[in-house]
Nanobody, 124 residues
């Protein structure tokens, strides 16, 4: 059973930057594809980014491509989301997710494991 804990969410001004972390425990981190989703009030959960087990393959949604960067450190069992040029519409709860099948399952929202989320609020 994998446990995922997100951190790093905060209140930030538009145009600012923030780095989220997702710490994993209870499994062999390097065997899992990982990803980030976000959920805005009244909206469906939205795919943001995914990364393969070794970090070589990354995928982004159109809405964050060129502004957000996903990465992972398998030695630290941690995944990151570096967010820059933040906009008020990026305000959401950001959740990390993990799945052994691969990035396809992560991107489709079919992951086995999810964190509780961390709140990001971008003020205008």
């Amino acid at each position: 059973q994998v446990q995922l804990v997100e951190s790093g969410g905060s209140l930030v001004q538009a145009g600012g930057s923030l780095r989220l972390s997702c710490a994993a425990s209870g499994g062999t981190f390097s065997e899992y594809a990982m990803g980030w989703f976000r959920q805005r009030p009244g909206k469906e959960r939205e795919f943001i980014a995914a990364i393969g087990w070794n970090g070589a393959d990354t995928y982004y949604s159109y809405s964050v491509k060129d502004r957000f960067t996903i990465s992972r450190d398998n030695a630290k069992n941690t995944m990151y989301l570096q967010m820059s040029s933040l906009k008020p519409e990026d305000t959401a709860v950001y959740l990390c997710t993990a799945d052994r099948v691969g990035t396809s399952a992560v991107r489709d929202g079919r992951s086995d494991y999810w964190g509780q989320g961390t709140q990001v609020t971008v003020s205008s």
